[in-house]
C-alpha cells in the first residue's frame, strides 16, 4: 500500500507521540509499503505569522535537513517538507495516517484519491483548550479512528458513537532493554522525566525527589528532559538534556518515577519497565494499559508529592519487593513488541483498503 504520514509540525525536538509514528513508518516499510512523511508549515490551529511560516518553509524546503536528527528513519522513507496540506502537496495513495487533532481539518479538504484517512488518537488533546474542535475532529474528516489505550477506546466510543479501531502499545526491544540485573541495582537510585508541561506533574515528582533525599541522604536522582535544566532543579540531582542517554539512565536506576496528572499512553514507564526499573506512576487513566497496582507498578495519587515518596520508599525499605516487581513487569511488557503493534494496524488498513 502507499501510506501518506502526515505530523501537525516539523519535529525538531523528540516526543512521545512523534516516536510512534515514526516507529510505526519504520515496521510498515518493513512490511513492504511505500510510506511517504510529510511535514507540514502551517495547519489549521496553529497561528503563526505569515513571514515566519514563509521563511521556516524556504528553509527546510532548499537545505532539506535531516529531521528528525533523534530518531533513525529508515532510507525507504520519503520525506516532504511542505507549505500547507492540500490536493497538490499530498499525492495519491492507499492510505493518509495521521496524529493529532488538528490535522483532522485540513485532511478533511483532500481527495478520495490521497487516501483512506486514520487518525491515531494519542490522548485526550484537550490541555491548550479548543474542547469543541478537538471534539469535532473525531468525526470532520469521516476518518477511521484508532486508538493505544483502553480508556481511549471507551471515551471515542462514548462521544462518537462508534467503535474505534485499537492498537496495542509497545516500545523498541533494541533499545530499551535490562543490560544491568535488577537485582543487583541501588534501591537508592531513582529516575524522572522533567517536563515543562503541567500535565506530567514535575512539580509534584520534584517535591516528592526532595522529601526522599531528606529521608534518604545517599539517595541519587537523574532527570532527562527535551529542555534546558532550569535553575530551580536541586543542585544534588543529575540532569541529562541527550536523548540518546535515556536507555543508560533507565539501566542505571532501580526505580522510576512517574508523577503525570494527565497522560494518554505514557511511553518513559513503559521503557523504564523493559529496562528493569520499579515503576511508581500515579493512578490515571494513560498509566493503566501495562500499570496493574502491586502486579507491574505501584499506583500513587495524581498531584500528591508526599504520596509518590511513600511508595518510593516503600521499594527502598523493601528491596525483595522492589526486585520481585520489576522482574514481573518486564516480563510482562515484554510481550509487546512494534512487530505485534504493526501487524495488527496494518490489518486495520488492508480491512478498510478492501471495502
Excluded at 527546510?60 to 525507504?76: A, G, H, M, S
Excluded at 481527495?111 to 469535532?136: H, M, R, Y
Excluded at 515528582?205 to 532543579?233: M, T
Aim: proline share 5%; with cysteine.
Amino acid at each position: 500500500m502507499k501510506i501518506n504520514v502526515l505530523i501537525p509540525f516539523i519535529p525538531v525536538k523528540p516526543g512521545g507521540g512523534l516516536r510512534v509514528m515514526f516507529e510505526y513508518a519504520n515496521h510498515l516499510v518493513a512490511l513492504g509499503h511505500d510510506v511517504t512523511f510529510y511535514f507540514p508549515i502551517k495547519v489549521s490551529y496553529i497561528m503563526q505569522s505569515g513571514v515566519k511560516m514563509a521563511l521556516k518553509y524556504l528553509y527546510y524546503k532548499t537545505t532539506q535537513p535531516k529531521v528528525p536528527e533523534w530518531f533513525e528513519l529508515d532510507k525507504k522513507i520519503t520525506i516532504r517538507y511542505i507549505y500547507s496540506i492540500n490536493n497538490n502537496t499530498i499525492k495519491d495513495g492507499d492510505i493518509v495516517f495521521s496524529t493529532w487533532w488538528v490535522l483532522m481539518f485540513d485532511i478533511k479538504r483532500l481527495s478520495s484519491s490521497k487516501g483512506t484517512p486514520f487518525n491515531l488518537i494519542q490522548d485526550i488533546e484537550n490541555w491548550t483548550g479548543n474542547e469543541d474542535a478537538v471534539l469535532k475532529s473525531y468525526t470532520v474528516a469521516k476518518s477511521e479512528n484508532v486508538v493505544i489505550a483502553n480508556y481511549l477506546y471507551k471515551y471515542i466510543k462514548q462521544v462518537t458513537g462508534v467503535y474505534p479501531h485499537k492498537v496495542s502499545f509497545a516500545i523498541d526491544h533494541n533499545k530499551y532493554y535490562a543490560k544491568v540485573n535488577i537485582a543487583e541495582r541501588n534501591p537508592l537510585t531513582i529516575c524522572m522525566l522533567y517536563s515543562t508541561e503541567p500535565r506530567k506533574g514535575s512539580i509534584y515528582g520534584l517535591e516528592a525527589l526532595r522529601i526522599l533525599k531528606k529521608a534518604n541522604p545517599e539517595l541519587k536522582a537523574y532527570l532527562f528532559s527535551v529542555s534546558l535544566r532550569p535553575e530551580s532543579i536541586d543542585d544534588w540531582i543529575e540532569f541529562y538534556y541527550n536523548y540518546s542517554d535515556i536507555p543508560e539512565i533507565y539501566n542505571q536506576s532501580a526505580i522510576f518515577l512517574g508523577p503525570s496528572v494527565q497522560e494518554g499512553c505514557a511511553l518513559p514507564p513503559m521503557e523504564a519497565l523493559y529496562c528493569g526499573c520499579a515503576v511508581v506512576c500515579t493512578d490515571i487513566d494513560g498509566h493503566k494499559d501495562y500499570g496493574i497496582d502491586r502486579e507491574t507498578v505501584l499506583m500513587a495519587r495524581p498531584q500528591s508529592a508526599e504520596d509518590l515518596a511513600e511508595k518510593v520508599q516503600y521499594l527502598i525499605d523493601d528491596n525483595l519487593f522492589r526486585i520481585d516487581l520489576a522482574t514481573r513487569a518486564n516480563k510482562f511488557v515484554n510481550e509487546y513488541t512494534w512487530k505485534r503493534s504493526t501487524k495488527e494496524l496494518d490489518e486495520i488498513f488492508k480491512l478498510r483498503v478492501k471495502k
